[in-house]
T-cell receptor, first 115, second 113 residues
């Protein structure tokens, strides 16, 4: 069974641009979460989608948005990029979206550099 | 305020010894706690889960304990090997957090041959 796939793996943008990151969860997983990771900050939760609906949202500005498609694939978008948005963006899927004990399966991440 | 803390300093352990990592939390009512391993530039990988009514969980050379009185989880790696060198993250799921995982910043473990 294929793991969580994130594209692109690396990208460089300039301030003010926007970026779209993609995530394909493990087949059968309906919950997809997005995290931002920067050195020293740990994993910061962005949002979670389940069956095309945003179920939880972290404390990030409205420039960060996401969506989930009917096939459970998810995208996140960051508009008006700032230098501080440079980070590793991780996507994670899990089998059950009912908030129980399911482990998260992470992708390899998308490394975003904003110049 | 609510927070989950792991030792931010790297932990250096001699090969063959037991490595013990700590995860402390405050002001949460935990449902369960998970431990993950993360290698540089990679996504975290799930290792173990322990529920609030469990005291201990084992998997091969790994052992996790959970003390809700002390508000602490300990993660042990016995007979440590250089390949165990990585950053280890704990994540708590609380009844207060709508079942979202609350993450510690991770502890970097270095096993010296």
């Amino acid at each position: 069974k294929a793991g969580v796939t994130q594209t692109p793996r690396y990208l460089i943008k300039t301030r003010g641009q926007q970026v779209t990151l993609s995530c394909s969860p493990i087949s059968g997983h309906r919950s997809v979460s997005w995290y931002q990771q920067t050195p020293g900050q740990g994993l910061q939760f962005l949002f979670e989608y389940f069956s095309e609906t945003q179920r939880n949202k972290g404390n990030f500005p409205g420039r960060f948005s996401g969506r989930q498609f009917s096939n459970s694939r998810s995208e996140m978008n960051v508009s008006t990029l700032e230098l501080g948005d440079s980070a590793l963006y991780l996507c994670a899927s899990r089998l059950d979206g009912t908030g129980v004990t399911g482990e998260l399966f992470f992708g390899e991440g998308s490394r975003l550099t904003v110049l | 305020s609510q927070k989950i803390e792991q030792n931010s300093e790297a932990l250096n352990i001699q090969e063959g010894k037991t490595a013990t990592l700590t995860c402390n939390y405050t002001n949460y009512s935990p449902a369960y706690l998970q431990w993950y391993r993360q290698d540089p530039g990679r996504g975290p990988v799930f290792l173990l889960l322990i529920r609030e009514n469990e005291k201990e969980k084992r998997k091969e050379r790994l052992k996790v304990t959970f003390d809700t009185t002390l508000k602490q989880s300990l993660f042990h790696i016995t007979a440590s090997q250089p390949a165990d060198s990585a950053t280890y993250l704990c994540a708590l799921v609380s009844l207060d957090s709508n079942y979202q995982l609350i993450w510690g910043a991770g502890t970097k473990l270095i096993i010296k041959p």
